[in-house]
């Protein structure tokens, strides 16, 4: 009977990405961070100029200091872009991850061990 064939899948190991949708209010704040982000600094070429990438982590972790430092002072909404300080504190952590890391992916298989 063809109801019974059913394609072969393995997901073991693989990360669960659908558990992001838990932080749907973060998402979104991220994606408006994203969004204010490629209005201030325009696309090169077609690519979103953050691809571009060639930033030391100590850049990202700077950016991502100042902002936290901000909400710790109250402050919850960035004057400059009108985002959330911690959604620019998770950009910064996610572009650094995503641009300098390429070889930690390799090492890593994103299930919680090395």
């Given at each position: 009977m063809v109801d019974e064939l059913k394609a072969a899948r393995d997901n073991?190991?693989?990360?669960?990405?659908?558990?992001?949708?838990?932080?749907?209010d973060?998402?979104?704040?991220?994606?408006?961070?994203?969004?204010?982000?490629?209005?201030?600094?325009?696309?090169?070429?077609?690519v979103p100029n953050w691809l571009l990438g060639g930033k030391p982590d100590q850049e990202y972790l700077d950016s991502a200091c100042r902002?936290?430092?901000?909400?710790?002072?109250?402050?919850?909404?960035?004057?400059?872009?009108?985002?959330?300080?911690a959604?620019?504190?998770a950009w910064?952590?996610?572009?650094m991850v995503t641009l300098n890391y390429a070889k930690a992916r390799e090492?890593?298989?994103?299930?919680g061990q090395a």
């Open positions: 073991t190991g693989k990360p669960q990405l659908s558990q992001l949708f838990h932080f749907k973060g998402l979104n704040a991220l994606a408006a961070h994203c969004s204010a982000g490629r209005e201030k600094y325009p696309d090169v070429d077609g902002h936290l430092a901000a909400l710790v002072q109250g402050e919850h909404v960035d004057g400059e872009t009108g985002t959330l300080h959604a620019a504190v910064n952590m996610l572009a090492d890593f298989n994103f299930n």
